[in-house]
C-alpha cells in the first residue's frame, strides 16, 4: 500500500511540476535573510551593523530583475512581495538587531521603505522593467470595497507591464491590522489575485521532515499533497535575526494559497536562476500541489476578520453543510456588535456575510419566519445567511 501510495505522489508530483510551465501569474516572495547581504557562511547575515550602509545585496536584486524581465518577455505576469525595509532602516540607524518595540520596529520601516524601492528601481531600470510600490495591511484586504480596489489597482499595473512590489504597511500597521510577517502577505496576494504559482524565495532550500540544523538525518520533502499533522510537526522555528518568518508560518501561507488553486514552491533563494528552473519543472526544493479553489468572494469571507460570532443549534449547522439558509429560528447566541454585510463566525465551524445586523439578529434569534413577518416590510429579512456567502473553514 505504502509503495502504491509512493508511486501516486511520484506521478503527481511530476504532474505539478510539469504543469508550472503554463504559470500565467507568478507572485515571488523575497525574505528578509534572502535579500540581505551575505556574510560568511552561505544563507546568513551580518549580527552586527552593517559598514556597508544598506544591508541589501544588490547584485542578488540584480539577478531577480534579470529573471523577472525573463518572465515578464514570456508574456507571464510577475508580482513581488519584499521583506527587508525594517531590517534595512535598522542598518541605516546603525543597530546590530531588530527593535523590539513597535515604534522602533515603525520607524524603522519609515527609513527603510523608500531606501529598498530605490534599489529595487535601480536594478529594474537596467532590464527595461518599471515597479510599482504597494503597502498594505490585512484592512486592504478584509474590506471588501477596499480589495475589490487594491485589485484593480494590480491588474491595471499588470496590463501595463509594470511589475507590482508588495510589502506590509509596517510604519503604520498594529497588531490589529498586521500580516505579521510576509509569508502569510505573498499568500494573501496570490490568493487574491488568482496567481497561478506562488514562488518563497527562502534561506532554506525545502521543508525537511526534521530540523536539518540540529538532526543530520533530516531529509528534504520534494513534494507535498497535503498539510497533515506530520507536515506540521517536521516545521521549525525562526530564521535570522532580522526576519519574522519561520517554517510554520510558511506552511500557514501554503494553505491560504492552497485554498486558492495556487501551487507554492518553496526553495533556496540564492539558487542560480531558481525561479526559472521552478517553472521549467526541475524538482528543485519542495512544491506544494493546488487544493480545489475557491472562487474568489468565497475566499475574501473565508480569510476575513469576523465582526461577530453567532452561535447555532446542531440542526441549524447540519443545514446549512447541505446548503440550506441560516435562519433565525437556528440562532442561539449573537456576540460582538457588526452590521449588514458584514462578515461573522458562525458556529465555530463557518465564515458567513451576514443579512443581519447584530441587533436585528438578537431580536430575531429563535423565532420562527412566521412570527417575524413585519420584518420584511420594514426592511428586514428572514435570512441571516444564504448559501452563496457561507463557507466552511474545514
Known amino acids: 500500500m505504502a509503495k502504491g501510495n509512493a508511486f501516486l505522489d511520484a506521478r503527481l508530483a511530476h504532474e505539478a511540476r510539469a504543469a508550472l510551465a503554463s504559470a500565467r501569474r507568478i507572485v515571488i516572495k523575497i525574505g528578509t535573510a534572502t535579500i540581505a547581504r551575505q556574510e560568511g557562511q552561505a544563507g546568513r547575515i551580518s549580527d552586527g551593523p552593517d559598514p556597508g550602509g544598506s544591508g541589501i545585496d544588490v547584485e542578488f536584486l540584480h539577478r531577480v530583475a534579470a529573471e523577472l524581465a525573463d518572465l515578464a518577455r514570456e508574456g507571464r505576469q510577475p508580482v513581488l512581495v519584499t521583506s527587508g525595509a525594517v531590517g534595512m532602516g535598522a542598518r541605516a540607524l546603525g543597530l546590530g538587531k531588530k527593535p523590539k518595540d513597535t515604534a522602533s520596529k515603525q520607524a524603522c520601516a519609515a527609513i527603510g521603505q523608500p531606501l529598498l524601492m530605490e534599489e529595487y528601481r535601480r536594478a529594474f531600470d537596467v532590464y527595461g522593467l518599471t515597479a510599482a510600490q504597494l503597502l498594505v495591511t490585512r484592512g486592504a484586504w478584509e474590506d471588501r470595497e477596499a480589495y475589490l480596489n487594491?485589485?484593480?489597482?494590480?491588474?491595471?499595473?499588470?496590463?501595463?507591464?509594470?511589475?507590482?512590489?508588495?510589502?506590509?504597511?509596517?510604519?503604520?500597521?498594529?497588531?490589529?491590522?498586521a500580516f505579521g510577517d510576509n509569508d502569510r502577505l505573498s499568500a494573501y496576494v496570490a490568493s487574491k489575485i488568482?496567481?497561478?504559482?506562488?514562488?518563497?524565495?527562502?534561506?532554506?532550500?525545502?521543508?525537511y521532515d526534521a530540523d536539518p540544523r540540529s538532526d543530520p538525518a533530516a531529509r528534504p520533502i520534494p513534494f507535498v499533497r497535503e498539510i497533515d499533522p506530520a507536515i506540521m510537526s517536521a516545521a521549525g522555528g525562526k530564521g535570522s535575526e532580522f526576519s519574522t518568518g519561520g517554517m510554520k508560518t510558511k506552511l500557514m501561507a501554503v494553505g491560504i494559497a492552497r485554498d486558492a488553486g495556487c501551487r507554492v514552491a518553496l526553495v533556496h533563494g540564492r539558487s542560480p536562476r531558481i525561479i526559472s528552473r521552478v517553472i521549467a519543472g526541475e524538482a528543485v526544493g519542495t512544491l506544494f500541489d493546488a487544493d480545489a479553489a475557491l472562487r474568489n468572494r468565497q475566499r475574501w469571507i473565508k480569510r476575513a476578520r469576523p465582526k461577530g460570532e453567532i452561535a447555532v443549534d446542531e440542526g441549524a449547522l447540519a443545514a446549512m453543510r447541505e446548503r440550506r439558509s441560516l435562519l433565525?429560528?437556528?440562532?442561539?447566541?449573537?456576540?460582538?456588535?457588526?452590521?449588514?454585510?458584514?462578515?461573522?463566525?458562525?458556529?465555530?465551524?463557518?465564515?458567513?456575510?451576514?443579512?443581519?445586523?447584530?441587533?436585528?439578529?438578537?431580536?430575531?434569534?429563535?423565532k420562527r419566519s412566521s412570527e417575524l413577518g413585519g420584518r420584511e416590510g420594514s426592511g428586514g429579512?428572514?435570512?441571516?445567511?444564504?448559501p452563496d456567502d457561507v463557507v466552511f473553514l474545514d
Request: proline share 2%; glycine share 6%.
Open 194 to 207: 488568482d496567481a497561478d504559482l506562488l514562488v518563497i524565495l527562502s534561506d532554506v532550500d525545502a521543508l
Open 381 to 386: 429579512s428572514r435570512v441571516v445567511a444564504r
Open 150 to 177: 487594491l485589485r484593480s489597482t494590480v491588474e491595471a499595473l499588470l496590463e501595463r507591464k509594470v511589475v507590482p512590489v508588495f510589502n506590509e504597511n509596517d510604519s503604520v500597521s498594529t497588531a490589529e491590522i
Open 328 to 366: 433565525p429560528r437556528g440562532v442561539v447566541s449573537v456576540s460582538g456588535t457588526f452590521e449588514r454585510g458584514d462578515v461573522v463566525l458562525i458556529g465555530g465551524a463557518a465564515m458567513a456575510v451576514t443579512s443581519l445586523s447584530s441587533a436585528e439578529l438578537d431580536a430575531a434569534r429563535g
